[in-house]
């Protein structure tokens, strides 16, 4: 035991000698290192004195991430296992069975296999649930069970799985996995050339102009670059891939920190494959951070046209820094600015609610900028799309589905209920289908709170206190009841969405992800209005003008 916290009780004191080391905090010296001694003489004290056995370690790791809980969602502690992770999400290459899992508290489900790689040779399929790897039952399993899946290339393990409530056993030999930034690209029509930016890992710029110049060598005379879903990643790349469609020389973004050293202004480096070209940028709710450095820098530059549903609203920086031990902390050091001087972050981490929520930016507390060309773009709640579809943006209701994985799940019921589709482009889900996915909601037991809700149920715990409530129960009653139906209606009344995400996960079942990218060409709204804008000059400098 005394080891162990000398072993903890040096890491505060290195601490204190890096943060002395730093002129940003020369204001702080004393009371950091105050606050760190209390710390660490209340660390020592709890360790040695508590009635029950205690485990520095875990402390230590609660105490961390309760700390950076209160800052915002992208500063986070990593351990050794985490700090690989972050390579890999940064690089996109891995040792693994080449698969998208998903893990829960005591399963392990197969959210994809990749195409030709080992998981889809051994027969997995999305929806698989693994119960157990090698001798190790994965519901007893303490740590992340999907890091057993990672490996020595070329080295064996056996896959215990249950499908559709029969359990399977499969051997999978490891292999090196290269995730692709740009995991498809291809021509729409004669003169559309299509591109999906899937992730802003080390490939991305790379990958997404060896894509532009392909497509103009097949005859490609306006570009769609697709950021759906894309989270983001490294910020360079970002600048990188904006590059490919300005010229050198032009600002893209800028960090501002109370750091000095992080105050930055990035610029294109290189000259532009295409500054001419017509482009149309795809986003929605789930494209994020440089997804948006890229959108907003273009829509600020009058250089692309911005079509699908707001983004999702982050505009801080990160950075990762290395600790002791072999851990690694990544912190937000920095807002972003696109060249119009707007920060799109749109949740405000440092004025939370009463719960501790993160409160969304008011829009009458937005900003106007102005682009190159003189258009009014706006700060504070991310990208708006200069053509916003209603189709692209998820309702509370359609998010809630999606948090609880009953569309994948549905998904892979549909999948095996019907073995004999194929041709996925004549797929389309009829209103039977609908119905069939209101009942699975039901069968399921879907339950969304809403913050009506939320609301009366507060009002009933408060007319309890003041001995109110049997004056209003039948009133909360009446109010609960039509409060349900509205759900029940709020369902019906995204439709066309639901069954729009419906048919996505559906048509991956059949054709993996890169046959689903040809499927939307034909039948992808967003893609639709895309080549419509594209194929119309007059229109398509209207929105830039």
Known sequence: MKNRL????????????????????????????????????L?????????????????????????LKDLDPYTNFYNEQDVEAERIRRTGDYTGIGAKVRTLQDRLVIVEPYKDYPADKAGLKAGDEIIKI????????????????????????????VR??????????????????????????????????????????????????????????????????????????????????????????????????????????????????????????????????????????????????????K?????????????????????????????????????????????RIDSEKYHEFKTKNGRPVFDGGGVLPDESLEISKNSAITNAIIEDFLIFDFATDYYYKNPNVTDVNKLE??????????????????????ETEKSLKKVLENAKKEELDDNIKTDYNTLLTNLNNSKELAISENKDQILYLLTDEIVKRY???????????????EIRKATEILSNPSKYNSYLR
């Not at 505060?12 to 003489?41: H, M, R, S, W």
């Not at 001798?135 to 215990?160: C, F, M, Q, R």
């Not at 920060?343 to 609610?353: E, T």
């Open 6 to 41: 000398k072993k903890i009780i040096i890491i505060p004191v290195l601490a204190v000698t890096i943060f002395f080391t730093g002129t940003a905090f020369q204001n702080d010296f004393f009371e950091i290192a105050k606050q760190i001694e209390i710390f660490t003489t």
């Open 43 to 67: 660390f020592k004290e709890i360790n040695m004195n508590y009635v029950d056995e205690t485990n520095p370690a875990d402390l230590m790791d609660t105490a961390i991430k309760s700390m």
């Open 134 to 161: 090698g001798d190790i039952v994965i519901d007893s399993y303490e740590e992340d069970a999907g890091d057993l899946l990672k490996g020595t290339p070329n080295t064996a393990v056996e896959v215990t799985y």
């Open 164 to 313: 559709q409530g029969k359990e399977n056993i499969t051997t999978i030999t490891r292999t090196e996995v290269e995730i692709d930034a740009v995991p498809h690209f291809s021509m729409i029509d004669a003169k559309t050339g299509y591109i999906v930016l899937s992730t802003f890992n080390s490939k991305a710029s790379t990958q997404t102009g060896y894509a532009l110049k392909d497509l103009k060598a097949q005859g490609a005379e306006s570009i769609i670059l697709d950021l759906r879903n894309n989270l983001g990643g490294l910020l360079h790349e970002a600048v990188n891939v904006v590059n490919l469609f300005v010229p050198k020389g032009q600002l893209v973004v800028t960090t501002k920190s109370k750091v000095k050293k992080y105050n930055r202004t990035y610029y294109t480096q290189k000259d532009a494959i295409d500054t001419e070209i017509p482009l149309v940028v795809l986003i929605n709710g789930s494209s994020a951070s440089a997804s948006e450095i890229v959108s907003g820098s273009l829509q600020d530059l009058d250089r692309a046209v911005i079509v699908g549903s707001r983004s999702f609203g």
């Open 315 to 359: 505009g801080l920086v990160q950075r990762p820094k290395p600790l002791t031990y072999g851990t690694q902390i990544k912190i937000t050091i920095s807002r972003y600015y696109t060249p119009s001087g707007r920060c799109i972050q749109a949740l405000d981490y440092w004025n939370r609610d009463e719960k501790g929520n993160a409160v």
């Open 429 to 450: 889900l009829t209103n039977t289908d609908f119905k069939n996915f209101n009942n699975y909601l039901s069968t399921n037991n879907f339950s969304f709170i809403t």
């Open 511 to 525: 054709v993996y992800r890169e046959g689903l990218y040809d499927y939307y060409k034909i039948h992808n709204p």
